[in-house]
């Protein structure tokens, strides 16, 4: 059985870094497997590159240059929605065309056009898709913020600059109903019980074969360090009560930044001994000011290294995760294998992997309030061993890397046994 996952990049983000779990995960299981990419950003052998550079930048540049000039509401949305008009043909490529089964996972970004993925769908192979969020049944969105216009053939899209009923997102719609609807051999997998739930109700997928699957973790490398040591090392207070937040954008809408300023200024004028909390961040910071928060900060800027992440992790009292819109965030998932409690909105594939009062808080949707009463039970709570306790054993139950590859193994033979 010789598998080819296909993904944008190797490292750089949350699709990636599930996409490089799942490899190692599946080569740890004795399956034959290759990751082709668009851009290879890792040492690692089992990646190849599908692409040559200076063609993935050029289509890089054609797919988004137009979407900027012409199309985009503003700013806010400029990665938010990709219209998929520009990419490689990768059919002839021997890690295609040797594969028993192709699993798609993220390609956008310049790498596989809509015409692209239709080449690929024509091989006549059984194809996997997983899903890291909505694109693949909306008319370019990763995530409809709402929307339900992907429940029939999109159109009126509020994140573009002239929304109309026969706009951008009702031809992307268009160009992927050519083929999504008529084709037989692609089986959907989606990240998350909700992803999957959504997918069900979309006008593209609803009528196809459609799992649930979580990424899987690496437990050796997240696992819980020694928290005094840890701070030490990261020259953070050893008796604060310290809150984690973190973020590939902190700035990304998605995010909740601004429930997360609202909650803190919540729990310190609202609770006692709220003296001792102190606050550490992560991740890339054009904007935001730090300065707004109630508490001391600690900036630790981008971590790229899982060993550094799991240090900063362990070093936490609590990982707090105000989200609005996440598929199965790789933080909250990372954060519970280290023995860290996660404080988080009750939406999207959270409640997968946060079970409340027992290894976190699942906070009202959008309720700053509800969030701060979360951080507040965690941080102050004398079953806080317990929590610690039940984040791991969480992770190592339903996310370890035997068992997802196990899961993906049955899959994968199953469709070819068809």
């Known amino acids: ?30 399956v034959d497997v290759t990751l082709a990419v668009q851009e290879k950003k890792t040492a690692e052998p089992l990646v190849i590159d599908a692409v040559s550079n200076p063609v993935s930048k050029a289509n890089f540049f054609a797919e988004r240059l137009p979407f900027i000039f012409f199309q985009e509401k503003d700013k ?63 008319g370019g969105c990763h995530y409809s913020g709402g929307c339900d216009h992907f429940l029939h053939q999109c159109g009126d899209c509020w994140m573009l600059r002239k929304p ?63 928290k005094v040591s840890m701070r030490e090392k990261w020259n953070i207070n050893t008796n604060a009560r310290v809150i984690l937040f973190g973020a590939a954008n902190i700035n ?41 928060l109630p508490f001391k900060v600690y900036e630790l800027g981008i971590i790229n290294s899982q060993s550094d992440l799991a240090e900063i992790y362990s070093l936490a009292d609590i990982f707090v ?21 996660v404080t988080a909105f009750n939406t999207g594939g959270i409640p997968d992997m946060i079970d409340h009062l027992e290894n976190g808080y699942l906070a009202e949707y959008k309720s700053a309030q509800d969030l701060a009463v979360g951080l507040h039970h965690v941080l102050f709570n004398s079953v806080m061993a317990a929590l610690k306790e039940n984040a791991r054993q969480k992770v190592l139950k339903y996310f370890t890397p035997e068992i997802v590859a196990g899961q993906y193994i049955e899959l994968y033979k199953s469709l070819l046994s068809k």
């Open 1 to 30: 059985m010789k598998v080819t996952l296909i993904n944008t990049a190797d490292a750089g983000g949350g699709a990636p870094a599930a996409c490089m779990r799942l490899l190692k995960a599946l080569e740890a299981k004795q």
């Open 76 to 138: 806010s949305v400029r990665f938010a929605f990709s219209p998929a008009n520009s990419g490689s043909n990768i059919s002839n490529h021997p890690a295609v065309v040797g594969a028993d089964i192709l699993h798609l996972h993220w390609t956008n970004s310049g790498f596989l056009s809509i015409k692209n993925l239709k080449e690929l769908f024509a091989l006549g192979k059984p194809i996997v898709w997983t899903l890291h969020d909505m694109w693949a049944f909306t």
């Open 164 to 226: 109309s009923v026969n706009d951008l997102s009702h031809k992307v719609w268009k160009r992927k109903s050519g083929f999504l609807l008529q084709t037989e051999n692609l089986t959907v997998v989606t990240c998350s019980n909700w992803l999957g739930g959504v997918a069900r109700t979309s006008s593209l997928l609803g009528t196809k074969p459609i799992h649930t699957i979580p990424n899987p973790i690496d437990i050796n490398a997240f696992s819980p360090k020694d």
């Open 252 to 292: 990304d809408r998605r995010k909740g930044i601004t429930y997360l300023v609202d909650a803190l200024n919540q729990l310190k004028q609202n609770y006692l001994h709220t003296e001792k909390v102190e606050i550490a961040i992560f991740g890339k910071n054009k904007h935001f000011d730090v300065n707004t």
């Open 321 to 341: 995760s105000p989200s609005v819109e996440d598929n199965l965030p790789n933080m909250v998932m990372e954060s519970l294998a280290c023995g860290t409690p």
